[in-house]
């Protein structure tokens, strides 16, 4: 079993649909969760920390759900510049920085 | 600031060769890390460092060497390029553990 699980998508929405991914972590002693957004050919970019209270930031929420090892990614009127894949990052300990990367959820946000 | 500096950008190297990825950072980042991106899949860690004169192996290892002499640079180096190492390199860097990672722009290697 993969350390961090996505499914691969395609996730294809129209313009101000919602859309929701979720990522599964298999390493419970897990502390620090991230999703990074990555567009074609290009660096990973922070999109935001996932806290255990969850967090928002504008149409993006990100949850949490340590009992069941899966944190979710909720988009909210999507736009078409959303279009990218979503990269869900657990980190299994705080004290080698060792990031695990889940394979990624592509997003295509149509007119 | 520029960031995190990788160089070169593009390389395509013949089978046996060898050659060495830079990796520069000016933030002061004590935590380096390479990973690498193969279609399809996610970025898989090969080498990390938690400090200058420490270096750990991360989930793919084999075939590349890590050092970091200070703790702006941590280049990687490729040994004898296999076909297999095709791929998109990526350096990042991070201020400690549980912090989120800054990203180079990565390198596209290609071995022939």
């Known amino acids: 079993r993969k350390e961090v699980e996505q499914d691969p998508g395609p996730f294809n929405v129209p313009e101000g649909a919602t859309v929701a991914f979720n990522c599964t972590y298999s390493?419970?002693?897990?502390?620090?969760f991230f999703w990074y957004r990555q567009d074609c050919r290009k660096e990973p970019k922070l999109l935001m920390s996932v806290y255990s209270s969850g967090n928002e930031d504008g149409r993006f929420t990100a949850q949490l759900n340590r009992a069941s090892q899966y944190i979710s990614l909720l988009i909210r009127d999507s736009k078409l510049s959303d279009s990218a894949t979503y990269l869900c990052?657990?980190?299994?300990?705080?004290?080698?920085?060792?990031?695990?990367f889940g394979q990624g959820t592509t997003l295509q946000v149509k007119p | 600031n520029a960031g995190v500096t990788q160089t070169p950008k593009f390389q395509v190297l013949k089978t046996g060769q060898s050659m060495t990825l830079q990796c520069a950072q000016d933030?002061?980042?004590?935590?380096m890390s390479w990973y690498r991106q193969d279609p399809g899949m996610g970025l898989r860690l090969i080498h990390y460092?938690?400090?200058?004169?420490?270096?750990d192996q991360g989930e793919v290892p084999n075939g590349y060497n890590v050092s970091r002499s200070t703790t702006e640079d941590f280049p990687l180096r490729l040994l004898s390029a296999a076909p297999s190492q095709t791929s998109v390199y990526f350096c990042a860097s991070t201020v400690r553990g549980n912090s989120p990672l800054h990203f180079g722009n990565g390198t596209r290697l290609t071995v022939t």
């Open positions: 990052v657990v980190l299994g300990s705080s004290n080698t920085g060792k990031l695990i």
């Open positions: 933030m002061n980042h004590e935590y």
């Open positions: 460092s938690v400090g200058a004169g420490i270096t």
């Open positions: 390493n419970s002693a897990s502390q620090s």
